[in-house]
């Protein structure tokens, strides 16, 4: 049977999938978890796709695992010959797995403050309550966040660090600032920085001037003084017609009387 080829790991926030190729044909694929010091767990048995979800055999994060993906028929499996497979390369999920993009809480800016609060991703694994651990349950004090931010619509970036969930800095007042946050494992070698947040920026002073610049302000001054001009012009206008009206049926009056 055709052995697995191309196996690689995916994991973000300690959830894990295997892939690998080719599509079977007439035969199947199980997937093995092999780590340094627990016992082979067998997912995905008998499957005929080319990955698995295999987050629940790996939760000792700190283990080093191989995955051995068996190609095999299903009569094979009640004999006592080993199926042919393929190892995977080695994974630990502490030390590999990617750190997700955090969720930007709640921010503020007043004055020369701003203030950015953000909460961990979650992962699969559930403590003994039922709620789910947060990647900082699992770090602790590996993981640590950067806060990038910079003055709207400006190329110079700075950038602050924190263990904590909130961040608060100092910036011009009345200026608008844009900022993510992104968690980072600085002992790692490689896989340091994780997904950044979303961008934000506040609107703190933004005026429409700001937003689309003086041309805006003319058209509005010419509008206004329209306006103005109108509500003046228009009311006389109106006078002078009235007048000119009444003035008109005094004379058609006059002309009938004197017939």
Not at 93 to 117: C, F, M
Not at 146 to 171: A, C, I, M, P, R
Not at 172 to 180: A, E, T
Request: proline share 5%.
């Amino acid at each position: 049977l055709p052995r697995a080829v191309n196996i690689t790991w995916s994991s973000i926030n300690f959830k894990t999938i295997l892939q690998w190729q080719p599509k079977p044909s007439d035969y199947f694929y199980t997937v093995e978890i092999h780590g340094r010091t627990s016992d082979v767990k067998r997912k995905c048995i008998l499957t005929s796709e080319t990955e698995c979800d295999v987050t629940d055999a790996l939760r000792d994060t700190r283990e080093t695992y191989t995955a051995h993906v068996l190609s095999v028929k299903p009569a094979q499996m009640d004999n006592f010959e080993e199926p042919p497979f393929a190892v995977s390369e080695k994974f630990t999920p502490y030390s590999q797995t990617i750190i997700g993009k955090p969720e930007i809480k709640d921010y503020s800016q007043k004055g020369s403050k701003l203030n950015v609060t953000f909460k961990d991703p979650l992962t699969p694994y559930i403590f003994p309550n039922g709620s789910f651990q947060s990647i900082q349950d699992i770090f602790q004090d590996d993981l640590e966040y950067k806060l990038y931010y910079w003055k709207d619509q400006s190329s110079g970036k700075k950038d602050v660090t924190t263990k904590s969930h909130n961040f608060e800095v100092n910036v011009d007042s009345g200026k608008n600032y844009c900022f993510y946050v992104q968690g980072i494992i600085p002992s790692r070698r490689e896989n340091r920085n994780g997904q950044e947040s979303m961008v934000l920026c506040t609107s703190v002073g933004r005026n429409i001037t700001d937003e689309y610049g003086t041309e805006v302000f003319i058209i509005l001054a010419v509008i206004a003084v329209a306006v103005i001009t109108l509500a003046i012009v228009l009311p006389v206008v109106l006078c002078k017609r009235k007048k000119a009206k009444k003035a008109r049926a005094v004379r058609e009056k006059e002309l009938l009387n004197g017939v």
